[in-house]
């Protein structure tokens, strides 16, 4: 299936995207998925994530602004969604801004099988257990090797990787992309890495088989849509709202 292909399925059978998501992009994250043509459901309480995520297309963990509840709501419906073969993405979010943070996480990868983990530079590196700056949700650094990054925590989680950043790598741990493009605009905008997440949701509910594919065709959708956005923008506010009028009209 090519990236037209998958967009034209998503706009037609429009599948439900089940995310448990960070409370400062939540907004963005269901109007970028409204944009593409998926259906969000931003449910949040554990008591509801078996009959939620049984209705879902895929399952889209987001791990910002955590507490115990959302965790548990995470473990829940990633759970839900395996044992019903919905594809389960992860978005680690700060994993390594506290212990806490990742030991919950970690906590996560052994009773949640992944689809598609996307995450920054600094992210991966907390997974690998390796030292990692961050700020706020922004690795300040970078690898020398960001392909080594990826592969390794790709074959370490047993799952897709997308290692996203001004060039995004996608990799299942042997295969390796490189989606480059995009706008320098995107540094702007709280959020664009969780947005992200939500594509790879999208592109993977319409081929849950083949989740290399539909990582790329996320990333490389997601870089086509800022360089749309950019030439419309004059500051942060409108770019961002060019982003998802270009998620409208992408083809």
Request: with cysteine; aromatic share 4%.
């Amino acid at each position: 299936m090519t990236r037209s292909e998958a967009l034209q399925t998503i706009r037609a059978r429009k599948p439900l995207l089940h995310c448990i998501s960070n409370l400062v992009t939540a907004n963005d994250c269901a109007n970028l998925a409204l944009a593409v043509g998926a259906s969000p459901i931003m449910a949040q309480a554990p008591q509801e994530m078996d009959d939620i995520a049984a209705l879902a297309s895929a399952v889209v963990l987001n791990t910002g602004t955590p507490d115990d509840a959302k965790f548990t709501a995470a473990r829940l419906a990633g759970a839900a969604a395996n044992r019903r073969g919905i594809p389960v993405i992860l978005d680690p979010v700060g994993v390594g801004a506290s212990p806490w943070r990742l030991e919950n996480i970690r906590r996560l990868l052994q009773e949640v099988h992944l689809t598609i983990l996307r995450a920054n530079y600094g992210e991966a590196a907390a997974l690998l257990g390796l030292s990692a700056a961050e700020h706020g949700v922004d690795s300040l650094a970078i690898p020398t090797d960001a392909a080594a990054y990826a592969k390794a925590l790709a074959q370490k989680v047993d799952t897709v990787v997308v290692l996203s950043g001004a060039e995004d790598l996608v990799t299942d741990g042997t295969t390796l992309h490189s989606v480059s493009g995009g706008s320098d605009f995107m540094r702007s905008v709280t959020g664009a890495g969780c947005m992200l997440s939500v594509l790879c949701g999208a592109f993977a509910a319409v081929q849950p088989q083949q989740p290399l594919n539909a990582a790329v065709h996320a990333a490389a959708f997601w870089k086509a849509c800022a360089e749309k956005a950019e030439p419309l923008a004059h500051g942060p506010a409108s770019f961002r709202v060019a982003l998802l009028d270009a998620a409208a009209q992408i083809l």
